[in-house]
């Protein structure tokens, strides 16, 4: 018997306390639930740069030459010798000197045209604003010139070494802006639909016990891990002082809205066979009887009723699988005691025809050898079937063997 042919239960006090039977009530709340959930610290993609020269040429020296190392915006990152860039110098200084000799109007105003149009190709070449005017001031050619960090961070990865020849769109460094960082969380399916953003959150960090930080749901992925049936969730957390490094584990509560009241139980009360989920709840009579239910939610170790119950019910909270099994045993021993009553008719027949000799055709034939077994003179010949019986009183038999058998 199966959970699907579960009966009420009648139990005793003393059988109750003996299998630790417990009991709770049905009640309405209102709830605030809690998703909690792992997540791994990362980067603010949105405050990731990346460092790659427009020019071809050679690594002359690297300012930066380890990856972790803290970087201003501006800072020098390495020195660059590129020939194209010293034909871009050499008509900028070219050009500011026509400037400064011109005699005409006109000719100052076609120098100025070189002048800007030099100026624009180095920068779009990513060259510093502060490296262009030093070439013009100093009024000759540098041999190599300073790329610099585009933004304050921490150098994430590094692709250069000295002596280098670097390419147009090659990646020599990325650096991360970890003044605000990622933490992203892995819900699973089932807490997806209670996540919205904007949500606050409270984040614990291993580095950091008993420190929480304040942190706000900032993206909700689109898909869902057919691995581990999770969805991704993205956190923003301020980080000034940077202690927040990626790679971080982090323990995650996202506090969703309140709900309206809502019936529960806990969730040791149910029990579920994939088909049905059944609570046992107590009758008026004292007997437990099983109760199919719908439910909701599962909030902590509480679960959502739907349907099924109604507030104040009493239901047993704690061995509600041993009270099934009492259930079952109970279905089980109906059934037995179906299938003797079935057959009871057909056995006691049975057991007196074995004893009742007048009912069988034959039992006459069966008394009169019985009988003959003992009868002598019943016995026409000793020989045919009965040969053994005529053997075995020829044995006992001292009157003289009429035969002649013993005079040979």
Known sequence: AGMDEAQPVSLTEADARRIGVSFTSVTS????PEV????VTTWDETRL???NPKVAGWVEALHVD???APIREGAPLLDVYS??????QEEL???ARLVREAATDRGRENAEALFDAARRRLAYWGVAESEIAHAVDMGHVMRTVTLRAPASGVVVEKQVVEGDRIAPGDVLYRIADLSTVWVEVDVFERDLGSVRVGQAARVEFDAYPGEPVEARVGYIYPTVSLDSRTGRVRLEIRNPEGRL???MYARVRIGTSPTVPVLTVPQSAVLETGERSLVFMEAPDGRLVPRDV???RRIAREVVVLSGLREGDRVVSAAAFLVDAESNLGALGMEMDSMEMGGTGGMDEMDHSGHDMDAMPDSGGMGEMDHSGHDMDAMPDSGGTDAMDGMDHSGHDMQPDTTGARGN
Do not use: Y
């Open 29 to 32: 709340k209102v709830l605030t």
């Open 49 to 51: 740069h990346v460092v």
């Open 66 to 68: 380890f990856t972790g």
């Open 93 to 95: 200084v070219l050009a």
């Open 36 to 39: 909690q959930a792992l997540g």
């Open 83 to 88: 020939p194209d860039l010293i034909t871009a």
């Open 245 to 247: 490094r990626p790679g």
């Open 294 to 296: 719908n439910l909701g």
